[in-house]
């Protein structure tokens, strides 16, 4: 019943579940829906500039837009909206899955803001791969969904190494870069996937867990959100996805490690 959950943003690897055992029980690819209407969007921007719009470029003043500007605008925001909705779908059915089928889920604590905005033009790809990911919107879904089916969601701290620490012999790398995909001990030698060892350590941390410092009953009712129930107004409020106003079903586990600020997304 727990699992650890490592999340990226490489296309095979979304979403890495793993128990504490060392299998792996899910995996989930990513959409990457807004890397593939990049060609797209850019045609329909390149369009834009062409024609008539909102602002004159010269004389930095309001114009009436012509027509044409219009409906490309609105092309542009049909192809934003599909992509949003292809990444919607693909996190809510993988969030359900966890959430109804796990007792105890774990999952990173990830500032994914400072992740996004550090580097500049230097790491573009990369902050548009992690707005394409979403990854605090999985944190979102998961928080008031483990609401809906009675689970336990246990956050990790976000210093706690899990893809440096090896999940064979639990000695701790002191460098790992995004580019190494297999992690490889340079205390016994394993070779593992670097999500997948990620998620493994994750899955442990959440073992030592005890469900008696918060029952699966505190969440919130065990039926899912078609049964028929009365919820107060802060239980909808917070299934909506309102995480300000009522604190989520999570428990936070103090781990200390040398794992950077930014966490371990890929």
């Known amino acids: 019943p727990v699992v650890g959950v490592d999340v990226g943003v490489k296309a095979d690897g979304l979403l890495v579940v793993a128990t504490p055992d060392g299998r792996e029980v899910a995996r989930v690819a990513a959409p990457k829906s807004l890397t593939a209407a990049q060609h797209r969007l850019r045609v329909l921007q390149r369009g834009a500039a062409r024609q008539r719009g909102r602002y004159d470029s010269a004389t930095q003043t309001r114009q009436q837009p012509s027509n044409r500007w219009?409906?490309?605008?609105?092309?542009?925001?049909r192809t934003h909206a599909r992509a949003a909705a292809v990444r919607r779908d693909v996190l809510h059915k993988a969030t359900t899955t966890l959430a109804a089928h796990h007792q105890v889920i774990v999952v990173e604590t990830l500032n994914a803001a400072a992740m996004g905005s550090?580097?500049?033009s230097r790491k573009r790809g990369l902050n548009r791969a992690?707005?394409?990911?979403?990854l605090a919107e999985i944190r979102r879904l998961l928080g008031y969904k483990t609401r809906w089916y009675?689970?336990?969601?246990?956050?990790?701290?976000?210093w706690y190494p899990s893809s440096k620490t090896c999940s064979a012999c639990l000695a701790v790398k002191t460098k790992l870069s995004l580019a190494d995909r297999v992690?490889?001990?340079?205390?016994?030698?394993v070779r593992i996937d670097r999500d997948r060892n990620a998620a493994i350590n994750l899955?442990?941390?959440?073992?030592?867990?005890?469900?008696?410092?918060?029952?699966?009953?505190e969440s919130g009712s065990v039926a899912g959100r078609g049964a028929s129930q009365e919820t107060d107004p802060a239980q909808a409020g917070d299934a909506g996805g309102d995480e300000t106003s009522t604190p989520h079903n999570t428990t936070s586990v103090g781990q200390t490690g040398t794992?950077?600020?930014q966490g371990e997304a890929a």
């Open 130 to 134: 992690l707005a394409d990911a979403s």
């Open 183 to 189: 992690f490889v001990c340079d205390n016994c030698g």
């Open 203 to 217: 899955a442990r941390l959440g073992d030592t867990h005890t469900l008696g410092e918060q029952s699966p009953t």
């Open 150 to 158: 009675g689970s336990v969601l246990v956050e990790a701290d976000r």
């Open 70 to 77: 219009r409906v490309t605008q609105q092309r542009i925001g």
């Open 259 to 261: 794992a950077s600020p």
């Open 118 to 120: 550090a580097g500049g």
